[in-house]
């Protein structure tokens, strides 16, 4: 499998990650090496078999729809890096 | 001063009134202290384990204590523990508090468990020789120029070390068996969904499990049953009632037990190890059992699977930290997408980015179907026809892992060599069956081997008797 670096980057602006210039030609050559060695997985005759999604055993857990266990507003915020009395505050977006 | 190693010494002393609570504690506060140059602790709640150590000696003598008085745990630094620090040993989340507590973790406290601290780990459970912490590895306590294996590499030397009796930690694919293997200890990945995941840092949902590391198959086996069973917080997590584990620990009759061809004719795997698994069978053979070798081809296909859907899984749990709600954010920020990535690189560390960026890759619109779905489809193969083997034997086993520790610094160049680490634990996390890795001897430089012993889904009962009987 190769990875230009038009692809890196992409892949990098989708996970919102910032490579440095000089990680990228490393990181480059990681994924290569790990997508070319999971490319194994192609000599499997997987032919009509069911993709797997869910490994647990439970079907259909419902409860009722009652409020409970909630975070309290200010145990909620107080991890934030920034915030004023009510809410995360984050830079402008809109102008 | 007195020494314990297992909870069943702790108890007997507490009953004889040799030592309180208190004393338990200051034990092992002592034995922190002595050997911190392990790195296993990133934080230790000295005061607030006395303090509580009082209130249970205080039950104790009422009568009243619950069914881990006395107990004192460790635990990974993946667990929520209200009004604690959590940081999964990275530096995105420097200075988070927890504002709730782990299902798990509440179960303890409400057996009147102690917690005495938080464990070193790679960061995010991302590795295999805790080499991948922000704050340093941790030191093998029997060669500490060895790696204690990963991701719980800190939970590992806890028990090992006797800093504490049990300690929690959490397995993806191996992060609870391996480093139990290169530290000789017992770990057990319990079967996927046992144990509710409410409270505890999210990598690979459809891999994570809890686990308990311990010098003993008892406390292993108290501390799973205690923990386990259904939780209105986790909708995943199995209905099934828990058996009461601790309570039937002796294994009757004989076992059919199957070992898997293609493990002895593994390439990574190192000569002690194999001839030490092959004189297990002799003696497993010697004792009574039936030992079968059957033929597994899709076994060197567990580890691509994995990789692909754990990297895939982790670039979706992981986009949770962004700077915004908690944890880093990056001063150097104007807008938002910068906000966002910059806090991100400078946040997550090198092995994280990886895997998200390779998450990334397989679950992007062209590739989605080739990689992911294509994974998810070998995962149905593996897991039926791990549980075809599992019915027709009572037992799988096989050496938990390729080599016995290695030098801390040998693997980190190359990311793939790190990751065959994990080549016979990846097995039961794709198949999702439980499986407990046991200390098995040692090699000719002293470094324990680790037996893995698998059963069929929620047979833990059948794999702590079985266990037990081994280590006999």
């Not at chain 1, 910032?18 to 050559?29: A, F, Q, S, T, V």
């Not at chain 2, 040799?18 to 004393?23: I, K, P, Q, R, V």
């Amino acid at each position: 499998m190769k990875i230009d670096k038009d692809t890196l980057h992409k892949l990098a602006h989708l996970a919102r990650l910032e490579l440095r210039e000089e990680d990228g030609p490393g990181m480059m050559k990681d994924l290569e090496e790990i997508l070319t060695w999971v490319e194994q997985l192609n000599e499997i005759d997987t032919e009509g078999v069911e993709p797997i999604t869910n490994m647990s055993f439970e079907t259909n857990v419902f409860r009722s729809d009652e409020v409970k266990n909630q975070l309290p507003h200010d145990s909620a915020l107080k991890n934030a890096p920034k915030k004023d009395e009510g809410f995360f505050r984050v830079p402008k977006f809109l102008d | 001063m007195k020494r314990f190693r297992s909870f069943a010494q702790i108890q007997k002393s507490l009953n004889e009134k040799n030592a309180s609570c208190l004393d338990v504690v200051n034990y092992y506060l002592a034995q922190i202290n002595q050997r911190k140059h392990l790195n296993a602790f990133l934080e230790v709640f000295d005061q607030e384990a006395k303090d509580r150590a009082v209130q249970i000696d205080q039950k104790i003598q009422a009568g009243k204590a619950g069914r881990l008085a006395g107990m004192v745990v460790g635990l990974k630094d993946v667990f929520c523990y209200q009004g604690h620090k959590l940081q999964a040993a990275s530096k995105i989340l420097e200075d988070f508090e927890s504002q709730f507590t782990a299902t798990c973790v509440q179960r303890l406290l409400d057996e009147d468990a102690i917690i005495i601290g938080r464990l070193n780990c790679d960061e995010f459970a991302m590795g295999s020789s805790n080499e991948n912490s922000a704050f340093g590895p941790v030191l093998n306590a029997e060669n500490e120029n060895r790696v204690p294996g990963g991701s719980s590499g800190g939970s590992a030397v806890a028990v090992q070390a006797n800093l504490c009796t049990v300690a929690l930690g959490s397995d993806t694919g191996g992060s609870i068996r391996q480093p139990a293997a290169f530290c000789g200890v017992i770990g057990i990945k319990p079967t996927y969904s046992r144990v509710s995941r409410y409270g505890l840092l999210a990598y690979a949902s459809s891999f994570d499990t809890i686990g308990v590391f311990s010098n003993t198959i008892e406390d292993n086996a108290l501390a799973l049953e205690i923990m386990a069973g259904k939780d209105d917080f986790d909708s995943t997590v199995s209905s099934r009632p828990v058996p009461e584990y601790h309570k039937k620990l002796g294994f009757e009759g004989k076992a059919k037990i199957a070992y898997l061809k293609e493990t002895l004719e593994s390439e990574g795997l190192n000569d002690e190890v194999r001839q030490n698994f092959i004189d297990t069978i002799d003696r497993l053979k010697e004792e009574g059992h039936e030992v079968e070798a059957v033929d597994f081809p899709l076994l060197k296909y567990a580890l691509p699977t994995y990789y692909i859907l754990i990297t895939a899984e982790s670039s979706s749990n992981l986009s949770r930290y962004d700077g915004v709600r908690y944890g880093y954010r990056s001063p150097n920020t104007l807008n938002m997408e910068s906000m966002y990535k910059k806090s991100r690189s400078e946040g997550f560390g090198e092995e994280v980015q990886r895997r998200i960026m390779l998450g990334t890759f397989v679950l992007s619109a062209s590739y989605y179907d080739a990689f992911y779905t294509k994974a998810q489809k070998v995962r149905r193969l593996i897991k039926n026809k791990v549980q075809d083997l599992l019915e027709t034997h009572g037992f799988l086993v096989m050496p938990t892992t390729p080599t016995t520790a290695f030098e801390l610094g040998s693997h980190t160049q190359n990311p793939l060599e790190m990751y065959l680490a994990d080549l016979f634990t990846v097995q039961a996390s794709v198949a999702g069956v439980p499986s407990i890795s046991i200390p098995n001897g040692k090699d000719s430089d002293g470094m324990p081997f680790g037996l893995q012993i698998m059963a069929n889904f929620f047979e833990e009962e059948k794999l702590y008797a079985f266990s037990n009987t081994m280590l006999k």
